[in-house]
Nanobody, 114 residues
Framework: QVQLVESGGGLVQPGGSLRLSCEVSGNMLSVFTMGWYRQTPGQQREFLALITNKGTINYAESVEGRFTISRDNAKKQLYLQMNSLKPEDTAVYYC?????????WGQGTQVTVS
């Protein structure tokens, strides 16, 4: 069974930085896409960034240039470096893993910019 656990969220001042981590446990296939999303109350989950097993990366326009997605295959970890944070970045941040037509989600980590 695949499980994802996010960490690294917290309270940060505007203009500050945070680094989120997502640890994957269980069977991770060689072909996959991992991503970061966020959600605020009453809103749909918003795509932020993804990275494939081949290293292809895509960002949402709202975070491109401020956020950086990366992964460590050996440690089965996904990261999101967030710089120049704004109050509107406040949300619960989720990591995801898509493999073999199944999508797995973590429980989320709260990021508050204030």
């Amino acid at each position: 069974q695949v499980q994802l656990v996010e960490s690294g969220g917290g309270l940060v001042q505007p203009g500050g930085s945070l680094r989120l981590s997502c640890e994957v446990s269980g069977n991770m296939l060689s072909v996959f896409t991992m991503g970061w999303y966020r959600q605020t109350p009453g809103q749909q989950r918003e795509f932020l960034a993804l990275i494939t097993n081949k290293g292809t990366i895509n960002y949402a326009e709202s975070v491109e240039g401020r956020f950086t997605i990366s992964r460590d295959n050996a440690k089965k970890q996904l990261y999101l470096q967030m710089n120049s944070l704004k109050p509107e970045d406040t949300a619960v941040y989720y990591c995801s893993l898509l493999q073999n037509f199944d999508t797995y989600w973590g429980q989320g980590t709260q990021v508050t910019v204030s």
